[in-house]
């Protein structure tokens, strides 16, 4: 590993790790706009705008080679975050019913709980998986256009039946990332050894 690599690898300021504090600053106001009435385009319409951000510092992470340890951690955990905000959010406002939000809660919590259990078990860390990606940005793209029915705005009935025909994909992809994440953790003690 050259010295580049280290010096990227440890950064801490960087554009990719700046989008990702950005993203965690914005979940309140998202939160704010989705659970006051007549605010909720703007909150949904925020939270697209949030959530792509999610692949943009990916992108620049890779692309300028500042890729590091602090990114790793603090872009899927802004991810869960802005999750969870949405849901409770839509939730208040019952604009998703409690088993779907639970779908993915419980999927969260558990890969969370994991993942700190792993970092405080010597620092390891599961890498982010492509379908852990897809899987975010499909239920990230479907739970708001379920709201955008439920809240009756332009084109609604489209935005609901877009939201309903691929939740279900965007949940069997978050299940699969899961099992596959626990296939890497069962790897881990041979890598180690």
Known sequence: MGTDERAASSAILTIPNLLSFLRILLIPVFFILIVNEGTELAGLVLVGVVM???WVDGYIARRTNSVSELGKILDPVSDRLAIAAVLVALLIRGALPLWAALLILVRDVGVLVVGLALLGSG????????????????????????????????????ASAIGWIFFPVGIVEYYWAAYLYVGDIRRMPRRAS
């Open 123 to 158: 620092g390891r860390r599961i890498d982010v998986r492509y379908i852990g990606k897809v899987a975010t940005f499909t239920l990230m793209a479907t739970v708001p256009l379920i709201a955008w029915g439920y809240f009756d705005l332009p084109l609604a009935p489209t």
């Open 52 to 54: 792509s951000t999610d």
